[in-house]
């Protein structure tokens, strides 16, 4: 009820009512030395002279103390009291200085429209009407004691029709006000949800979004621009230092802004990043609107269906490939039995069925791929499903091959297919094996499962110690039929990978420091559903 009929609070109210206070000081100064100067003989027409002294200084007097006590616009009743007592007190003023012809009147329609603004509804024009009474009420009284005083009447209901006349203006005007004010409010309100529903989808974005300012300082990032980059904190810093790779791209889109940039890695996170750029002017301030996407994403897509398009060609053609090849390979078997050829025919036969059998591998794999079944995630404790991957793995292996594990810290679990994790880290495993004894005579391998600093993700590393892979065919390693080996078929590594991404986990290589590779797995948090 009291926020209903107060038409003001909050800071505005306290502006107002402030106002008020130092507007009837002014006038209660002016009042007193109107009393006070007596001695030139200003107040000898006066009616009432000691009274309008006495009043005038009373008048000043609860002002004062009403200014340092009441400083709140929002309780009802003590802005109701000070309009009241205003009003009443201007009246008693009006009467002693001898009615209309003094021009108190007029303070009090001033009072009047200020109790108005402060008050709204009914309780404004009662101020109103207290007023009008007051003014048409001592005019008359005044009357009786001065016949003079009959001319007054005239100009005493102008006075008082003044009254509820700036009481109406301005209820009607802070009506409109309020309204304007709702609606500002409303639509402040409207603009403050919308940015921070806007926040919200920027912030949860695959897309990285990066705002620079014409010094490359970052004005705005999403968390996923910092995944991406594997930056913990960027907002407010020159972006040059922490990621000179993505200046780089910026200045070549400068150069040339309808050329589509190159991709470029990060160091810290290792993800191939594909950059977009939008130049925005914002007043005269020149900024720049940067899309960071996960580039591998795309490449997967690629590949994926290039993988389609193939395994459906390799279906097709399948059959007609296997006959003629078992053919071959059943021909060059019954040559190679032959006690008829000497020792260099039996070797080309030997070639013979050698390159059969890796057709016939490429065909399978392939076939394989293209039949490759939807992952199945299970939550898997790695540390022990990897226990027993060692152990099954050192009973079937023979003595010249050593699998050490290593695991550390505790809850390191992911959600990931099992049979598809064992492809993936049998063939890991196996490569290593085999570049191991390129350089030792004792195959080894090392197992390292560990919860990433930054990421907090369960990461396993297979490391061996064989010559490694030439930096040259490093950004290859992962593509279908890309082999460095006579004997192999180039897929291996590539199927590695796509089980991987099947099941939202991440394969990555990187050289060993001392010599030989590391493959890298990064496992999916264990909330995170598979795709």
């Not at 404790?381 to 003595?399: I, T, V």
């Not at 505790?410 to 492809?423: A, E, I, S």
């Not at 191991?436 to 499962?449: D, E, F, I, R, Y």
Request: aromatic share 8%.
């Amino acid at each position: 009820m009291t926020k209903q009929l107060l038409a003001v609070s909050g800071q505005q109210g306290q502006r107002i009512l402030r106002l008020y206070h130092l507007y009837r000081l002014l006038i209660g100064f002016a009042l007193v030395l109107l009393s006070s100067s007596d001695v030139d003989g200003h107040l000898l027409d006066l009616a009432h002279a000691q009274l309008f002294k006495y009043g005038s200084w009373t008048y000043l007097t609860v002002n004062i103390i009403a200014t340092a006590s009441m400083h709140r616009s929002d309780r009802l009743l003590p802005v109701f009291a000070l309009a009241l007592y205003d009003v009443a007190q201007l009246s008693l003023l009006f009467y002693a200085a001898g009615g209309t012809p003094s021009g108190i009147g007029n303070l009090i329609i001033v009072a009047v429209a200020v109790a108005n603004i402060l008050l709204r509804g009914r309780i404004g024009f009662l101020i109103a009407a207290v007023a009008a009474a007051g003014i048409i009420y001592l005019t008359f009284y005044l009357s009786l004691s001065n016949p003079a005083a009959s001319n007054q009447f005239m100009q005493a209901g102008i006075l008082g029709s003044l009254c509820f006349a700036a009481a109406f203006f301005v209820q009607s005007l802070s009506r409109r006000l309020r309204a304007s004010e709702y609606l500002a409010e409303q639509r402040a309100g409207d603009v403050a949800n919308l940015e921070e529903l806007n926040a919200v989808v920027i912030e949860r974005m695959r897309t990285g979004i990066i705002v620079l300012d014409a010094d490359h300082r970052v004005l705005q990032v999403n968390q996923s621009a910092l995944t991406l980059m594997g930056l913990e904190k960027l907002l407010g810093r020159i972006l040059d230092p922490h990621f000179p790779a993505l200046i780089t791209a910026f200045e070549q889109w400068q150069n040339n802004p309808s050329l589509r940039t190159s991709p470029f890695e990060s160091a810290l996170s290792g993800t191939q990043i594909q950059a977009s750029f939008v130049r925005l002017q914002h007043n005269d301030n020149l900024q720049i609107l940067i899309f960071l996407e996960d580039n591998s994403q795309l490449n997967q897509h690629a590949q994926q269906l290039k993988l389609a398009s193939l395994g459906r060609l390799t279906a097709g053609i399948a059959h007609e490939i296997r006959n003629p090849l078992g053919a071959i390979s059943h021909a060059a078997q019954l040559l190679h039995e032959s006690p008829a050829l000497d020792n260099a025919d039996r070797r080309l036969a030997q070639i013979i069925q050698d390159q059969s059998r890796r057709m016939n591998t490429v065909i399978e794999n392939v076939l394989q791929l293209s039949r490759q079944r939807d992952a199945e995630p299970q939550l898997l404790d790695l540390k022990y499903w990897l226990h027993r991957f060692a152990s099954e793995f050192r009973e079937q292996a023979p003595a010249n091959k050593t699998l050490h594990l290593s695991t550390k810290g505790r809850g390191l679990k992911t959600r990931m297919d099992p049979h598809q994790l064992d492809q993936v880290l049998m063939n890991l495993v196996e490569n290593g094996m085999r570049y191991s004894s390129k350089n030792h005579a004792q195959s080894q391998v090392w197992l390292l499962l560990y919860r990433h600093p930054q990421t907090d993700l369960p990461t396993l590393e297979v490391q061996d110690d064989g010559p490694g892979v030439e930096l040259g065919d490093q950004h290859s390693l992962f593509e279908p039929f890309f082999t460095t080996e006579n004997k192999g078929t180039g897929l291996g590594l590539y199927i590695s990978r796509e089980l991987c991404e099947s099941n939202q986990a991440r394969l990555d290589y990187s050289p060993r420091a001392d010599g030989g590779s590391c493959f890298r797995i990064t496992f999916a948090h264990p909330h995170k559903l598979s795709a």
